[in-house]
């Protein structure tokens, strides 16, 4: 063993760089599945998880191909000062994805949102589908992909619908002048009770006059559900209370329009 290692010593420097530079991707095969391992026992993204074993695998590499050039007795300060260069005019040309990757970052941080919720920015909507490293991936109620930045999720206002486990739905019911609004009131009362997703505790379902427009009285309605049964509590209810109102003799307006015949003569 002594022999090899003074052999290796005494040996051309390009074998004693090539030697270096394999012990290092040996070393940095092993530390990578410790620090894989590390990661998986987080609560980090998976995508950030990958992004930065590849990272830290990339510059351990290239101080690797430095060392061993400098150990080989090649002078690096030329190849120093390429990469810097070089990695200054990547910088400078792809600023904006750069701005996209620092966002997806932040994102798989942040967890603002995480895959499977529905979420909203500016006029685009829909189900996360995947959270990538540059790109966030939705599906659109009526089965569109639409592919957005991270740059922009990550520094625009972005609505998510499905983070609290609960929802408010809110409805405007209008009801004629000539009903009775506490009978109109306990007619709609009388029809959250009747779907069985509308959530009567700890949120009791709220019915109070919000406005008197021109032809009708506009009962302000809110009732609480389960974030995943939203859209099917907001339809029934629209159902329920009309079906309550025929059965209590409430009426529901309609637009009308008075016309007044004057005679000239």
């Known amino acids: 063993m002594e022999k090899i290692f003074d052999y290796v010593k005494s040996g051309p420097p390009i074998l004693i760089a090539v030697i270096v530079f394999v012990i290092g991707l040996i070393a940095l ?23 930065f074993v590849k990272t830290f695998n990339i510059v351990v590499i290239v101080l690797l191909l430095i060392c061993s050039l400098s ?64 790109q966030t991936t939705l599906i659109t109620p009526d089965n569109k992909t639409v592919v957005i930045p991270n740059g922009l999720l990550s520094s625009d206002e972005v609505v998510n619908y499905t983070k609290q486990k609960t929802r408010r739905v809110d409805l405007t019911i209008p009801i004629s002048y000539d009903n009775d609004v506490e009978e109109a009131k306990k007619s709609v009362l009388k029809a959250t009770t009747r779907e069985s997703k509308v ?18 009285v506009n009962l302000t309605v809110r009732v609480w559900c389960n974030t995943e049964d939203y859209w099917d509590v907001y339809f029934s209810m629209i159902e329920k209370v009309r079906d309550a109102f025929n059965e209590d003799n409430i009426t529901i307006p309609y637009q009308r329009i008075d016309i007044h015949m004057v005679d000239e003569k």
């Open 29 to 51: 095969m092993i530390v990578s599945k410790i620090i894989k391992k590390a990661l998986s026992k987080t609560k980090l993204d998976v995508s950030l998880q990958s992004f």
């Open 199 to 216: 959530l009567h505790s700890p949120n009791a379902p709220f019915v109070r006059v919000g406005e008197y427009s021109d032809s009708c």
């Open 71 to 134: 150990t080989a007795g090649i002078s690096t300060t030329g190849l120093i000062a390429g990469f810097s260069a070089a990695g200054a005019a990547v910088a400078l040309a792809l600023k904006d994805s750069l701005g996209n990757l620092a966002g997806g970052i932040v994102l798989l941080i942040t967890h603002p949102f995480v895959t499977g919720d529905f979420i909203e920015m500016g006029d685009k909507s829909g189900v996360v589908e995947q959270i990538d490293i540059l």
